[in-house]
């Protein structure tokens, strides 16, 4: 009989609504192959969850299955939702995908489930995602509500950081029916991004970057330049009707009433104090927090120029300078390449640990596979979301020697340039990297050129020993003459986005939370999106995709926590 996913994924998905229906675990965990993953968004807990194995995916269940209340299980049908085959990764087995909806306690639910052939020919699944895709009576607008006055003078959430991530979430709440204001200190929206260096561009593909509800038009370059992004966020602001107070800050030590479920805060807009209490802060301030240079010794006495990267201003400024950059990171490499091609007398990159390194193409062409530009993108973030990021770091270590293999031609010229490799500790390569560690990496579209044609010279695992008037010393006593020193370390260039707001909400708040940002155990992100250990306070990070997709459980958090069904510190109230 020929293959038919549709018969396949019927007869999985009938032995799943058995399951569901009886709160059966080991029935449900019998229908996984035994390292298969099960993605939990806001359906079993208020949490954000991901178990690998059949056995863990069980043991989770346990009496979350009798309390979820899962019924009316029905094969989704819909146009890129209905059943298909696809290759199993790591494998040329042929597999199903297929979507499929439910109802739950307190809401409507939708899942994706991948099933591959086991050793005894049965489907199984490779990846199953269920999650909570509405809460019943309280369903996410289709049409974009007109501005609403009650977001500045009453706001339910105030969100701080007016950029990608912050205005996302904001587009997000506002079809959810919660009152937010956005503040940004910057003095338009976008200049986060207009401050950065001239020649800037996203390094991934632009339907990868497309903002929520918001497609870019159809002549807009794949690789989106700094102004042209900057420019459509402050339009984008104003197309999805947000509350956005610039040149504005949240004064330091706001407090939170636990009685009440309030926060005092105080806003400086344009040096005016303005008085609010809004139940939630979300900080969507950046993934990294300030800017750090390291004290160096000798700094201070240097006669040349010293500058972080993100307020370096052009490679045109320094042409004929001497100029050292420290750091092989994506920025660090830009920046190299934009001095080279102005102009600099001489480009050295200080690289002072291993690097992952990959050609964009090599980067973008996953990218390219699951964003195609003829498939609404709400489906392609649905089926983007239904694979974990430890499921993608778990395909990325076993994949690693083909990832060697496609850029081999890369690390030839690298490595004549003296560039110290790697894929990182687990050898996971360039994605999970950017979940983890949010540097030691670059995207690499013509600065190995220069390296190996001597144009930009590396001093690899090296460290800073001090300054003299005119030039670096190394830790291997290696003198480099400077007149100008750009620091442009990756995650290490800037202080930790919890320390940052120390001094926003004081020890007494951040102490109650936990890690943000890097992925847990689970392979999920710490402390973003999900309840970060003190009530009333968020934290969203990531990239375009990744707040696109997750500020929805966010707003379905907050929304629960509204209508009492939430606890504020994340637990269920029933």
């Known amino acids: 009989?020929?293959?038919?996913?549709?018969?396949?994924?019927?007869?999985?998905?009938?032995?799943?609504?058995?399951?569901l229906r009886n709160a059966d675990a080991k029935a449900f965990g019998d229908l996984f192959l035994p390292g298969g993953w099960l993605r939990d968004i806001l359906v079993f807990t208020w949490d954000i969850r991901a178990l690998e194995g059949r056995k863990d995916v069980t043991a989770y269940l346990g009496d979350r299955l009798?309390?979820?209340q899962i019924e009316d299980v029905r094969l989704n049908d819909t146009p890129h939702l209905a059943p298909r085959a696809y290759t199993v990764p790591m494998s040329a087995q042929?597999?199903?995908?297929?979507?499929?909806?439910?109802?739950?306690?307190h809401g409507h639910g939708r899942g994706y489930v991948r099933l591959a052939p086991d050793s005894d020919g049965a489907y199984r699944a490779f990846a199953v995602l269920a999650e909570l895709a509405d809460l019943r009576g309280h369903e996410e607008?289709?049409?974009?509500?007109?501005?609403?006055?009650?977001?500045?003078?009453?706001?339910?959430?105030?969100?701080?950081?007016g950029a990608q991530t912050g205005l996302q979430v904001a587009a997000r709440f506002k079809r959810m029916n919660i009152p937010t204001l956005v503040i940004e200190r910057n003095a338009r929206v976008g200049d986060n991004w207009r401050q950065r260096y001239p020649?800037?561009?996203?390094?991934?593909?632009?339907?990868?970057?497309?903002?929520?509800?918001?497609?870019?038009p159809s002549d807009w370059p794949e690789f989106t330049p700094r102004d042209k992004l900057a420019d459509w966020l402050e339009h984008y602001a104003a197309a999805q009707n947000l509350a956005v107070w610039t040149s504005s800050e949240l004064a330091p030590r706001p407090t939170y009433d636990p009685t009440t479920r309030r926060w005092d805060v105080t806003v400086v807009r344009a040096g005016v104090a303005v008085k609010l209490r809004p139940a939630h802060i979300v900080l969507a301030t950046g993934t990294l927090g300030r800017p750090h240079v390291p004290?160096?010794?000798?700094?201070?006495?240097?006669?040349?120029?010293?500058?972080?990267?993100?307020?370096?201003?052009?490679?045109?400024a320094c042409a004929g300078m001497r100029a050292v950059?420290?750091?092989?990171?994506?920025?660090?490499?830009?920046?190299?390449?934009?001095?080279?091609?102005?102009?600099?007398?001489?480009?050295?990159?200080?690289?002072?640990?291993?690097?992952?390194?990959?050609?964009?193409?090599?980067?973008?062409?996953?990218?390219?596979?699951?964003?195609?530009e003829d498939v609404p993108l709400d489906v392609l973030d649905f089926r983007f979301v239904s694979t974990g990021f430890g499921l993608l770091k778990t395909l990325a270590i076993e994949d690693q020697a083909a990832a060697w293999e496609a850029n081999g031609e890369l690390y030839e010229k690298l490595r004549k340039g003296g560039v110290s490799l790697q894929f990182g500790p687990e050898g996971q390569v360039l994605y999970p990297r950017v979940l983890e560690q949010f540097g030691g990496y670059w995207m690499d579209k013509g600065t190995s050129d220069l390296i190996a044609d001597g144009r930009i010279k590396v001093k690899s695992l090296v460290s800073l020993k001090c300054?003299?008037?005119?030039?670096?010393?190394?830790?291997?006593?290696?003198?480099?003459?400077?007149?100008?020193?750009?620091?442009?370390?990756?995650?290490?260039?800037?202080?930790?986005?919890?320390?940052?707001?120390?001094?926003l909400l004081g020890e007494d708040v951040i102490n109650q939370t936990g890690e943000v940002f890097g992925l847990d155990t689970e392979g999920e992100i710490k402390g973003s999106y999900r309840p970060c250990g003190h009530p009333g306070l968020w934290f969203a990070t990531g990239g375009f995709p990744t707040s696109r997709c997750l500020s929805k459980p966010l707003a379905l958090q907050i929304k629960a926590i509204e209508l009492g069904i939430m606890s504020s510190d994340g637990g269920r109230l029933d």
Not at 469 to 488: Q, Y
Request: proline share 6%; hydrophobic share 40%; glycine share 8%.
């Open 66 to 68: 009798r309390d979820a």
């Open 1 to 19: 009989m020929a293959f038919n996913p549709v018969l396949v994924s019927s007869q999985w998905l009938s032995q799943c609504a058995s399951a």
């Open 295 to 316: 004290a160096v010794p000798g700094m201070e006495g240097f006669r040349g120029r010293v500058v972080h990267s993100a307020r370096f201003g052009g490679g045109a």
């Open 325 to 372: 950059v420290v750091g092989a990171g994506n920025s660090a490499a830009d920046i190299c390449e934009d001095l080279a091609l102005g102009g600099a007398a001489g480009v050295t990159m200080v690289q002072r640990s291993p690097t992952c390194v990959v050609t964009r193409d090599f980067f973008c062409a996953p990218l390219r596979a699951a964003w195609p």
């Open 141 to 161: 607008l289709g049409t974009l509500p007109p501005a609403d006055q009650s977001a500045e003078t009453n706001p339910h959430v105030i969100i701080v950081g």
């Open 199 to 216: 020649t800037l561009a996203l390094n991934t593909i632009r339907r990868h970057h497309t903002l929520l509800y918001e497609p870019y």
């Open 467 to 503: 300054f003299t008037k005119d030039s670096l010393i190394l830790s291997d006593g290696t003198e480099l003459p400077a007149d100008v020193v750009v620091f442009a370390p990756s995650s290490t260039g800037y202080h930790y986005i919890r320390e940052t707001n120390i001094e």
């Open 94 to 105: 042929t597999g199903v995908e297929f979507a499929f909806t439910f109802e739950c306690q």
